[in-house]
């Protein structure tokens, strides 16, 4: 999981403090790292650095410089380390000029395609997979930049979402199998691309439309126009874990609000294995939507139950021995005065690997709670994702290793239910062979990393 | 408002990590500084700094200190100013030997004693009016310390709740008049004082009771007693704003459950004031548990219209033209799939001066909201606040420039409405003439400054 | 060893930078924290940190600044724990008003003063003595600042040399022994002090003349006074070692160049213990002058035997096995081609451990010298010293634990010999009574803290 | 200008803090930045970072890391920007393995080189043209490393001398024509390779011999070979400004002594260009050898004259107005007692700009000079160096820019004077042919970068 924010003044307005404010509102997208790239003088430069966007990034720099087109990114690492050098975007002066990149998703060819191009007198500086695009591109140094990147964007496999600035124009990018979301808006004559439609609301600008899956839309001072990825995939794999975790509630993806979906998910849930309860509580904050989808439709009352320390963040304290005692208790608390002698439904979006579920329904019923019953507002997560998502390999996740009844009597829940697939592809409602389901089916895209013509 | 915690062990174990733990839980009252303090080898030691508890304080510092007794402090700065000399808690070793110090709440006769203290020879380091508290101590040197302790108590006026360590002893105090809470807990031999009972939930300590108004708690190897301040004031004046929005909602003060009180502020709110809408929405976070209150009262759907950003916490944005421009979208965006046509009722703790109301309002509408009421789960806050909390001079008070029609307006609401005082002092339930309620009626503590026998 | 500096311009110009250029200056008397205050708006002000000068204070904000008056310090740890809160200037806000002060010295009798002013009610925030001057002020509250400073100056014995700045005033002081310089500089309307006259040149200031012992001297916008500490000792005791060792080589102490001072050093060691030797090397940096004085006298040629490592400064090496084996060479390496072969004598300024001495030896050896003859400028250092230079207890100290045949076995040198103690007074040349040479002949001062009026 | 060092232990002795040992004493060839590299794993690591040794690079690390073979280098910035990506050593893995590798000097036909391979594909991450000798490498990966390098070798022109870690092997490599010093030592089965002998004394290595011109030594775990780069130049070039001015006194470059070569200038100097003087001053630190020469040439005493603050260091002091009114007195104190009604001879090692030899003049002048006789220990600078010396162009430089009589008027002197070429090929006394005096005489290598076989 990453997020990506582009834009490109038409006249010439300075739009860094943009990409800042944008980054800002797909913060939840990433916490390890930060960066923004603009090109200056022929050359592409950045500033990146660890953590937050607030951390990461100084806004009086920012607001100094006055580049009318920049790209940003934050990371949350899936493949690499978690070093400074992994931050993006990446950038490059090469042959042809200045590249700016900025990648949300996973490659799954890319091991192949760098060991190639090594033995081809490549040097590869990080161990992001994100690297080989600008190496492709290198590689084609006797084409016009746009035309070495579109080279490159036809040989690699895998989720893309991309945002990329050349010197003169700023691109955007899906994969044709469509996993990441990418959605473009405009304002006062500035053209915007994000990961998630709660950027634009954040600078203020109208949402045009999603980027189609296998498109490229670039950007130059007089126009906007959409070129096409040549490589026709049999279906499509929007990640519906967008839906049920990721992304913000007060985004719209695909033409879906992800708050509808997630209030649908619970009203599913309610629907689908429904159990009596005094009163109906959501993690926070992944469970609340769909915990108010349930109690709508169990007619149960929703209330605060768990209460979260918002100070907490991305906060690292050190598991002493004292510190494990307090559990997670440390970021959220279970309201003994909500919670005393009453039976309650929990909802969250989803187990992985079972630690958290065990951790709160025990909390729950030493703060008093005389039944806990968990509700999962999705299907059991079986297999592990290779397009972008941190999930463990399948003997590391809970609803691979035990049954149903088995992992109810692990997290200690008097009842445990998930919805069913049908469920989820109904409640978020997508077209038919849209959505990635790979996590909960184990259905992933073919492999067609074969045959690639490099 | 500031918070305290202190621990003491019977049996010699080490109490920092838990010091720490429970200022973590108490974040939430001060975010300036925070601290803790221990005494060792008969010299008060501190570790302290500015920010959130988990940057002022190394963990792995306070982990590896054997300390058996401590206290810790959270600044909100209400007096003094925003330096690393004003963080608490204050230490000293002075003529009797060490003494460290914690103190929510603020003093109103603190700047009489300290001239007249000057007078006689005293260096004030800090610009706090804790410090007084220590002179006083060190001007009685030929007393013992809790004696010097117990003379400076009874010579101060206002809002105290203090934990205090001396050589031997931790010390747990509460004004006379009960301002601000305090409460005991008990785990394995550790006895403890907090601020608020979430911080015992944190440390896993059973709350054994609150300190009463005018008590003082004294702890040590053997025994846990209780001594009196000798002042006998007229009624209490337990703050409302802590029920109302200091306190966290799964904390328990004076044995009233924060969360009722405040659910139970949301129901009066739709009786006294209902009106006709598709959905309820809660000002995040402070306005949230009224909101589902008026949601049950008024059987209206209770919806997350407005999503917060969680990683802004602590954030500082400079207010450049763009941030403005973004306004409060950089913390709360209203989410458009939930507002987009609709008339809503937008719950909120109390409106101080107007201007996150105002802009919230705007905001709403222009994610679509056809009607915007505003209903405030407090009364008109007119007066300021000198027992501890950070409201501005009365000037500055939207409700003590505007009448609600005027107010309405310059809010841009469709409808604007209060509870009463009666309606809070019914909500929260305590006893008569139990509550401060200076910030609404102007009725502060009779001053009875003079006549100090110093 | 500390030092200090102060500026006053009588028309209004800003000082700051010039407090900033002398402390440059003096840097070589304290590297352990430095600091600069001023008085702005009735309020003592400082900028302090740990390190060196410009590590400790932002030259940035200090240019900033416009105050016409200030003082400033560098810290050497003599006495009180090595950190910020010891670090000077010390500066208070009292019943009278702002005073800071910083002090070059040690005081004798500072414990006694401080148990008596605890009793009194007085909380002591540092270790160091120079906080005991403000609390005697403190406790003449009904005085003028200037008067009540006076009264503090007559109750306190040891060695200070001062600067203080009252609201409107800049005063310098020194002890009625004299035991550190202080010497009154001008420029352009600006009056100057400052430990050494180097820091005076620093800032193109003229001297003036010395503060004398026992005088201060007090500067306003209208006139410069000069006042008597009624304190009346049987003699002098101005440091030998400043001209030994501390000051630098282009430093004028009341009236002596130490420059001189330490080339006689030299000249009167060839006279009074003569070697024949290929060459004369003097230890970097504290040897070289006396090594020059050696060379000319003893008609023998000097060379750069020893070449500095011109980068280690404050430097720390952890003492891992392999630093240790590499040794002093790490800071110093004996130069091969000039030493293979050659009999040598070194000069160094003094023996205090008496490590340093046997580790150049071994180097100097191993470098190809065939002999080496250690020649010390000064005479054998057997006592401790109480007046602000950190040297060791006795038993610590190696000409008191050896006599002369022991000690050159000790550091393994050829031969080894030192100048008496009336060379040292000839080389000097102040007059009769007037240097302090405890540390050499144990003759403290006469200890008359007994009796003083409190 | 930089400094270089190697080390491989022969029998798995961790090396690294020999490293930095190395590099504290090489600290003088550059400050700008600090960095060692091994090999772990089969991957490139690395320590870097802006700086003196102490700052950029982690003591506690070095001492933890127990490689047997590591390179390490301290950087004065040449050519590339001033920033971390262009600190060394630089390393990648590329299709062949990890290489790291240090680089003193400036390569000549770097640029082009470097079109040529962007054109092939190659992405280039810094501006240092070390890279270059990389991506060299990297386009030859069907063949073995170290053949690689060789490779590379022979088509880079101009300053080079490099120590680069294989896998298994470290390699010393030299330029065919010797322009910058490497030297190679031996302690208990390690192998050492360093820019200067001086960091052979600091770890306790025995000098051994030169790397010769043109020579590629190769260190593995059971023998040390030499290799041949296939190119014959017509002569040598070794740098003369390494005895005049950068290394260390107490280095022997190719046999020669510095310190004698740099006495053997002073004396020249007395010799060709004699004057009446009361004394010899030395310009702190570089003039002082050569002040030492001349006075014994002279018969005229040596003095201290000037005294170097020695905490200035790499200190940045910003350029205010009060600033430059202190000018290099900041650093450099004209010691009045010493010059006042003198006439004195100054010595420096050479006139690039004239800003500080006029500066000097002027401030011996204030401090009493009654009259200043500028010496300079080498002949006029008319020239740029292309070769590792950060000299300014021609027209910049005060011997291209003024004939002898106009730069004495320029630096204020009372009389100037320089040696000739030919001194200075005879004080140094390197074989006919050996040095380099391109930035005296303008005689540069010829350039044969054409035709070179990429």
Excluded at 49 to 61: D, E, P, R
Excluded at 327 to 335: A, S, T, Y
Aim: charged letters at 20%; proline letters at 5%; a neutral charge.
């Amino acid at each position: 999981m990453c997020g990506v924010f582009g834009a490109f003044s038409r006249d010439g307005r300075p739009v860094l403090e943009d990409i800042y404010l944008g980054l800002f509102a797909l913060q939840h997208r990433g916490q390890e790292s930060a960066g923004l790239s603009w090109i200056e003088g022929g050359v592409a430069r950045s500033i990146k650095g660890m953590g937050l966007v607030h951390n990461a990034i100084s806004q009086g720099m920012v607001s100094s410089i006055p580049a009318r087109a920049a790209i940003g990114h934050v990371r949350y690492s899936t493949c690499g380390d978690s070093i400074l050098q992994n931050a993006q975007p990446l950038t490059i002066n090469y042959a042809k000029g200045p590249v700016a990149i900025a990648h949300n998703g996973n490659l799954t060819n890319s091991g192949g395609i760098m060991r190639y191009l090594e033995d081809r007198g490549a040097i590869f500086q990080s161990t992001s997979d994100t690297e080989v695009i600008l190496h492709l591109m290198a590689h084609q140094s006797h084409k016009m930049p746009l035309d070495a990147l579109m080279d490159a964007l036809r040989r690699i496999r895998g989720a893309f979402s991309l945002v990329v600035l050349l010197e003169d124009r700023l691109i955007a990018a899906r994969d044709p199998w469509g996993f990441r979301p990418l959605i473009m808006g405009e304002r006062d004559g500035v053209v915007y691309f994000s990961s998630e439609s709660c950027a634009l609301d954040m600078v203020g600008a109208r949402p045009v439309r999603d980027v189609e899956p296998g498109e490229v839309i670039v950007v130059d001072r007089s126009s906007v126009s959409s070129l096409r990825i040549p490589v026709k995939p049999r279906r499509g794999f929007l990640c519906s874990f967008e839906f049920v975790y990721f992304a913000r509630p007060d985004s719209v993806i695909d033409g879906i609000s992800v708050y509808d979906a997630r209030k649908n998910l619970g009203r599913r849930l309610a629907k689908r294995c429904p159990v009596k309860a005094d009163l109906v509580a959501g993690m926070p904050d992944s469970g609340t939507v769909a915990a108010l989808g349930y109690a709508e439709e169990a007619r149960c009352p929703f209330e605060m139950a768990i209460v979260r320390n918002r100070y907490v963040g991305r906060t690292f304290i050190q598991p002493t021995q004292r510190v494990r005692e307090a559990g997670v208790k440390v970021k959220l608390n279970p309201n003994p005065s909500v919670l005393s002698g009453k039976e309650v439904v929990v909802i969250d979006d989803s187990i992985v690997r079972g630690t958290t579920a065990s951790r709160v329904v025990n909390l729950m019923r030493s703060a008093g709670a005389s039944k806990v019953h968990l509700r999962i507002a999705s299907p059991p997560v079986r297999f592990p994702c290779y397009y972008g998502i941190d999930t463990p390999s399948s003997e590391e996740l809970a609803a691979a290793r035990f049954d149903l009844d088995q992992l109810t009597e692990e997290v200690g829940a008097d009842s445990l239910a998930y919805i069913t697939q049908e469920d989820l592809l109904n409640a978020i409602g997508a077209p038919e062979g849209r959505l990635c389901t790979a996590c909960f089916s184990g259905e992933y895209m073919e492999d067609d990393a074969n045959g690639i013509d490099l």
